[in-house]
């Protein structure tokens, strides 16, 4: 069975400073990537998502990720964050087949000071 | 306007009751999902459906009923409402296609069982 794991439950940085969030995964096969982000009483934004080819993908909101197959891991980079990239983070991955199942990690909850 | 929405957005009740919860979806997406959030969770699968008339469960869903008689609509049935399914519950939808999944959410509906 797929898991996600994001290590870092909560992260504070300063605002114009550079972001990584981690997220570690476990699938078989080719994993399908993907990175929501959450704002306080919102649903869930796509920003990003990596299902083959280049392994820097970039996002929305100016994020990039990178996969890494030797670590099992595909970290959140931004390198400057404004004060409205204050969210909660969650790293997914997807299973290939028809239903193609999401299974989320527990999220990272970003404070961005000034 | 387009897109996915969910009502009612908050709802309380007691023990017991039962409770219904709505999505719908303006896109004609084949797939549909229902999440409950959870902190120190993240986002669990409750149930899943591939088209009208088809639903599969996901990795939480005992104490839930849903149904999908129109492709647009897919409501999730508490039975019998208990309190640790106190949540924040997610609709999602995406098109058919085993690459394409990315998933579109509902802004959720948080629901408190007293």
């Known amino acids: 069975a797929q898991s996600v794991t994001q290590p870092d439950i909560h992260i504070t940085v300063s605002e114009g400073a550079s972001l990584e969030l981690r997220c570690n995964y476990s699938y078989g096969a080719t994993p399908y990537l993907f990175w929501y982000v959450q704002s306080p009483g919102q649903g869930l934004q796509l920003l990003l998502k990596y299902f083959s080819g280049d392994t820097l993908v970039q996002g929305i909101k100016g994020f990039e990720a990178e996969f890494k197959r030797s670590q099992s891991s595909f970290n959140l980079r931004k390198p400057s964050v404004h004060w409205s990239d204050a969210a909660e983070y969650f790293c997914a991955v997807g299973a290939s087949g028809t239903a193609s199942k999401l299974t989320f990690g527990t999220g990272t909850r970003l404070q961005v000071t000034l | 306007d387009a897109g996915i929405t969910q009502s009612p957005r908050y709802k309380i009740t007691e023990t017991g009751r039962q409770v219904t919860l709505m999505c719908h979806q303006t896109?004609?997406?084949?797939?549909m999902f229902w999440y409950r959030q959870d902190l120190g969770h993240g986002l669990r699968l409750i149930y899943y459906?591939?088209?009208?008339?088809?639903?599969d469960k996901g990795e939480v869903p005992d104490g839930y009923v849903v149904s999908r008689s129109k492709t647009e609509n897919f409501p999730l049935t508490l039975e019998s409402a208990t309190r640790s399914q106190t949540s924040v519950y997610f609709c999602a939808s995406r098109l058919a296609g085993g690459r394409n999944n990315e998933q579109f959410f509902g802004p959720g509906t948080r629901l408190t069982v007293l």
């Open positions: 459906s591939a088209a009208a008339d088809i639903t």
């Open positions: 896109w004609s997406h084949s797939y």
